[in-house]
């Protein structure tokens, strides 16, 4: 069987026995996650979630990146039309890992740069290559977006490990989550 053809059959099973039509389009934990599209790091997984639960955009190195943002923006449209909103009492979940597949893309400034909407010379403050700096950078930059409608409250990351100088396994994932208001503009420059 071909995986065009096994994945035709999972998707009929999901819909025949799985989905719910009683869903609705607002998450039922008034949750955002940004993770990574890694698939050894799959949110749903991760966080044991079910149809439903939570909104996932996944990009390279699950980053705050004007796409992702622009995402952001666009998900509050489609919540306002829909009769609800994204705003206080929200959770936001920055999700990182660890031997993350941005850190090959290294030797392309260019591609990066753009990918960022930053200067090559700028990468360097991004923390490509350390997934614990790059969290709190990526929080940084929601907590500073002009298009914010109130302060981000925010929580330091989460790890399943003791102590900053331990050593995190491969398999080990950062997560910040944060409470957060969303843009009260539906553009992000």
Not at 130 to 159: S, T, Y
Request: contains cysteine; glycine residues 6%.
């Amino acid at each position: 069987m071909s995986v065009i053809e096994t994945l035709t059959q999972r998707n009929e099973a999901f819909s025949s026995s799985r989905f719910s039509a009683d869903l609705k389009i607002m998450p039922s934990m008034k949750t955002m996650i940004i993770g990574c599209v890694d698939p050894r790091v799959d949110p749903v997984d991760i966080f044991g979630l079910a149809p439903g639960e939570a909104a996932v955009i996944r990009n390279v190195g699950g980053r705050i990146t004007p796409s992702t943002l622009q995402t952001m923006a666009m998900l509050r449209i489609v919540a306002k039309a829909s009769g609800g909103d994204i705003g206080p009492g929200w959770n936001l979940i920055v999700l990182h890992h660890n031997d993350c597949g941005i850190t090959c893309l290294a030797h392309s400034p260019e591609l990066l740069a753009k990918y960022f909407g930053v200067a090559p010379a700028d990468l360097h403050a991004l923390a490509i290559a350390d997934p614990h700096k790059a969290v709190a950078v990526d929080v940084a930059a929601l907590k500073a977006n002009p298009f914010m409608a109130d302060p981000i409250v925010g929580r330091e990351p989460l790890r399943r490990d003791q102590g900053d100088d331990a050593p995190v396994p491969e398999s080990e994932t950062l997560t910040s989550e944060i409470s957060c208001c969303y843009p009260t503009n539906e553009f992000y420059a």
